[in-house]
C-alpha cells in the first residue's frame, strides 16, 4: 500500500493513500485514537486563536477532540459539536446540508436549539481536523451566521490539496491530493 509521510511540528505519521473516486486519492488523516498529535496540534492551534472569541464550534466527529483539547489549553470550558444528524433530545434544530469530498452520500449539519440560543450575538472559532474542499466549513459557517454568531476565524490541523492556498484558513500543515 502506498502511503504519504505527513510531518506536523516534530511529529510524524505514515497515513495510507486512499481512493476516494475515480480520479483522486487522499492520504487517509485520521486524528481518533492520536493523543499526541491532538495534544500538539491544540497547542500549535492555540497560538493563532484571536484574543475575543467566545467559543469553539467543531464538526462531528473528528474535530471533537481537537476542540476539546483547544477549550481546555484556552480555559475556554465549553465548546459546540455540529451533529451530522437530528438526536431525539435536540430542541428547535437548525440544518443545512453539506457536501464534503470525503463523503459521497448528502449530509447536513445540524445545531441543536439550545446551542443556537447561546451563540446569538457570540464570536465563534470553527476548528477541524482537515480542511480540503470547503464543503462542510461553508456550511458550518453559514449555519453560526443563521444561528445570529460570527465567525472570527476558521482553523484545523491540515489544509488538503487547493484548501492550503486559502487566506481564511489558520492551519499547520499542508496535504496534498494525489491523482490515481
Known amino acids: 500500500m502506498k502511503t504519504f509521510e505527513l510531518r506536523i511540528g516534530p511529529l510524524t505519521r505514515r497515513l495510507p493513500i486512499m481512493p476516494i473516486n475515480a480520479t483522486t486519492a487522499i492520504a487517509s488523516f485520521v486524528l481518533l485514537g492520536d493523543a499526541e498529535l491532538t495534544d ?32 481546555r489549553v484556552t480555559d475556554h470550558p465549553q465548546f459546540v459539536v455540529l451533529r451530522k444528524t437530528v438526536k431525539d433530545y435536540m430542541v428547535a434544530p437548525l440544518t443545512v446540508p453539506v457536501t464534503a469530498i470525503t463523503t459521497s ?17 457570540k464570536r465563534v472559532v470553527i476548528v477541524d481536523d482537515v480542511i480540503s474542499s470547503g464543503g462542510s466549513l461553508a456550511s458550518a459557517k453559514a449555519l453560526l451566521e443563521r444561528a445570529g454568531a460570527t465567525v472570527v ?15 481564511d484558513i489558520e492551519f499547520l ?3 496534498p491530493l494525489f491523482s490515481r
Open 105 to 121: 452520500a448528502p449530509q447536513r449539519l445540524v445545531l441543536d436549539g439550545t446551542d443556537a440560543d447561546r451563540l446569538v450575538a
Open 153 to 167: 476565524s476558521q482553523m484545523a490541523i491540515l489544509a488538503e490539496g487547493e484548501a492550503a492556498s486559502r487566506d
Open 173 to 175: 500543515a499542508e496535504l
Open 40 to 71: 500538539y496540534a491544540a497547542q500549535a492551534l492555540a497560538q493563532r486563536v484571536p484574543a475575543e472569541f467566545d467559543y469553539f464550534v467543531t464538526l462531528e466527529s473528528k474535530g471533537i477532540l481537537l476542540a476539546q483539547e483547544l477549550s
